[in-house]
């Protein structure tokens, strides 16, 4: 960033020849904290502010005493177009801002602090210098565990000098005990324990933010040869502890602890089943107090104190009604004193029912979900999608059959026609769905980048490329699905490299050696006919094959007539939401869209509700919104030209004469749909709006 971005143009100037009362003056009416004060030639002076005049006035100064010999002389001297990052090294607290042989702005240090700190190296080159003051050994990594700090302590502990530590990977310098790391839930820090020349250090790495964002890490080491046994008996310990709490959870008798006087250590969440009884109920409480306050009848616990034995009695919970079966065991202290008094609690009636009736809740409970589930993303995929047509209903069952597969699949269709859509509900309802799903088209970047994009290139491959080199799409994709559309654009050259992923589930970055294992499922879709290009060389054979797996025919929408006005209305209805409207539309429109062949299909009858919505005047689009190409085909389809009325008044006469016609000499609107050449819907629709009774279906 450059200095003209932060500077204060808004400047107080001084000569070093005016008066102390003369800058009091200007402080005080410009609300400055200094003034930049400059000799006769404009040459910086220094920098005046409130603590230099008081200072002044201290020792005696005299108000109309000239203001030169007090200034600041401790500032920097930069100019607009120099870059914050090389004011950082300088040591001032203040730079004035020269430009044409004159002060245009100030700059603090504040400024080049908050604006320098923008990548993590400025960050870590101050925190080295503040580091060298502290005189225990500290190490700072950055992001990819590379050292990027290491003060004069830590040198000397790990017997390097710095240029030998610095920019070396964490692991190279130190050798960690591995199984010792400790981490914390949810947070970068950790505490790690290695060994250097004989001692055993312990570090806890803290992580380093900038800007909220984690660019690094820092741990002081410190000598725990002395702590070590420590450290293993606690961490022994917490895992005992750890390994007694899972039991106890798992069991699924119920488990009720007190202590020596029956006071209620912990239950467990079989017992709190089991009894209908909640921790918080009972937790801190003597067993004493629980049966005098009618919690319970009796108290195995009691007896146990009582009698130093186990203890097997038929207990019932007053508060729930519950009859259970309790035994309670006592644990003794070194000097033969009860500490502890563990009880087992089993409703003997709930594992009865329990175990004749678990392999049937276990199979209708596996059927049920797999049920519910196929039903939530019907509904969501009949809410997103328009599943209207016949041929449409068989290609989504089509997609849920193949979403339970993990087949190669090759789907073909006009451009337009919903072959991403397909594609898109095959991986939302198969196994890949919460992995992830990337669509690229082939036809969309160019041969040079297309392969780095597919797979990937190594460190340093080629000019420009980045150093830590690049993961391509399979790479990214690992576990999910790869939608690769307009597959007939591929090259010829990258042909044989998705050949090879598809027989060796594998791939090699540009540039590298070492073959990277993938796991990824293909989808491929074309507007072009492979088995032609195949025969003219144009694709390859075997991998035409290898994508073939399984074809699917996506059928234009000018096949699937009956769906057009359903697919109307979804997309008028959408982009009504989009750009906050409430458009509606005639049937005379909707019928002439329903005769029009649409040869972008359904990409294209969006594009144009779309452009209707937001482009229509009024609140109704009509048949005189349509584009003449769709108006025109709906004219040469009913053959009608009458000069003596207007054109929607004949085209509205003849409808009404044909349509009646039509139904009273073949007496259904199914008959009448097939004659005419329409869909039964239609019929029935225009009827009823044109008033003609309908004979008997």
């Given amino acids: 960033m450059k200095v003209v971005k932060v500077m204060d143009t808004e400047i107080a100037v001084l000569s070093v020849d005016d008066s102390l009362q003369q800058a009091a003056k200007l402080l005080e009416q410009t609300d400055r904290q200094e003034i930049v004060v400059v000799h006769p030639d404009f040459s910086p002076a220094g920098l005046l502010s409130h603590r230099e005049i008081l200072r002044a006035i201290g020792q005696g100064m005299t108000v109309d005493g000239a203001i030169g010999p007090m200034v600041n002389t401790h500032f920097g001297v930069t100019d607009p177009d120099s870059s914050l990052s090389a004011l950082d090294s300088d040591g001032y607290g203040h730079w004035i801002v020269y430009a044409q042989g004159k002060p245009v702005g100030l700059v603090r240090y504040a400024e080049v602090a908050e604006n320098g700190f923008q990548d993590p190296r400025h960050l870590f080159r101050h925190l080295g210098r503040l580091m060298e003051s502290v005189q225990l050994p500290v190490l700072v990594q950055d992001i990819s565990s590379t050292i990027v700090v290491a003060n004069s302590t830590a040198c000397q502990v790990i017997g390097l000098a710095s240029e030998s530590i610095i920019s070396h990977p964490i692991g190279s310098i130190l050798t960690s005990l591995g199984s010792e790391d400790r981490r914390s839930v949810g947070t970068m820090e950790f505490i790690q324990r290695f060994r250097l020349h004989g001692v055993t250090y312990m570090a806890t790495w803290a992580p380093v933010n900038l800007r909220g964002k984690e660019v690094g890490a820092c741990a002081i080491l410190g000598d725990c040869t002395e702590s070590e046994v420590m450290f293993d008996e606690l961490s022994h310990a917490r895992d005992v502890s750890k390994e007694l709490s899972a039991i106890i959870e798992s069991s699924f008798d119920g488990i009720y602890v007190t202590d020596g006087r029956s006071r209620t250590l912990r239950v467990n969440r079989a017992y709190e089943r089991i009894t209908g009884i909640k921790s918080n109920e009972v937790v801190g409480k003597t067993m004493t107090d629980l049966v ?367 349509l009646s016609a039509a139904l009273e000499k073949y007496g259904s609107s199914r008959k009448a749909a097939m004659v005419l050449g329409i869909n039964q819907s239609t019929v029935v629709r225009k009827a009823n709006r044109l008033g003609i009774r309908i004979g008997t279906e």
Avoid at 538 to 553: A, E, I, S, T
Avoid at 577 to 597: H, L, N
Wanted: hydrophobic share 40%; with cysteine.
């Fill in 292 to 658: 005098e306050g009618g919690m319970y009848n009796e108290s195995a616990t009691l007896r146990v104190l009582r009698e130093k034995h186990p203890v097997t009695i038929v207990q019932n919970i007053m508060k729930t009604g519950k009859t259970i079966v309790a035994t309670g065991n006592p644990v003794f202290d070194e000097q033969g004193n009860i500490f502890r008094v563990v009880t087992n609690v089993r409703d003997v009636t709930e594992l009865n029912r329990l175990q004749e009736q678990i392999e049937k809740m276990e199979q209708l409970q596996s059927r049920y979900e797999m049920e519910l589930q196929q039903l939530r993303k019907n509904s969501k995929d009949h809410k997103r999608f328009v599943l209207k047509s016949k041929k449409m209903k068989e290609i989504y069952a089509l997609a849920l059959k193949l979403a339970k597969v993990d087949s190669t699949i090759l789907i073909q269709g006009d451009s337009g026609v919903g072959k991403e859509v397909f594609c898109e509900i095959i991986h939302s309802n198969g196994v890949r769905q919460k992995k992830p799903f990337i669509k690229i088209s082939c036809a969309a970047i160019p041969e040079n980048l297309l392969e780095s994009e597919l797979f990937g290139y190594a460190p340093g491959s080629f000019t420009g490329a980045s150093k830590e080199g690049r993961a391509g799409i399979f790479e990214v994709a690992h576990g999910g699905t790869i939608f690769l559309d307009e597959i007939g654009e591929m090259p010829m050259s990258l042909q044989v490299k998705l050949l090879r992923v598809l027989q060796e589930r594998e791939i090699v970055r540009i540039g590298g050696s070492k073959p990277i294992k993938v796991d990824t499922r293909i989808v491929a879709a074309t507007n072009r006919d492979l088995e032609e290009m195949v025969k003219n060389k144009d694709f390859r054979k075997d991998l035409f094959f290898r994508l073939n797996v399984v074809p699917v025919m996506i059928p234009p929408l000018r096949e699937r007539k009956e769906a057009i006005s359903h697919f109307i209305f979804f997309f008028l209805e959408k982009h009504n939401k989009k750009y906050g409207f409430s458009r509606q539309i005639t049937p005379e429109a909707v019928d002439a869209m329903i005769e029009y062949d649409w040869p972008g299909n359904v990409r294209e009858l969006e594009n144009l509700i779309e452009r209707l919505v937001v482009m229509s005047q009024g609140e109704i689009i009509t048949a005189d919104d349509l584009p003449s190409k769709i108006r025109s085909v709906q004219v040469l389809h009913n053959g009608i030209s009458r000069e003596d009325k207007p054109l929607k008044a004949a085209l509205a006469e003849f409808e009404y004469q044909l």
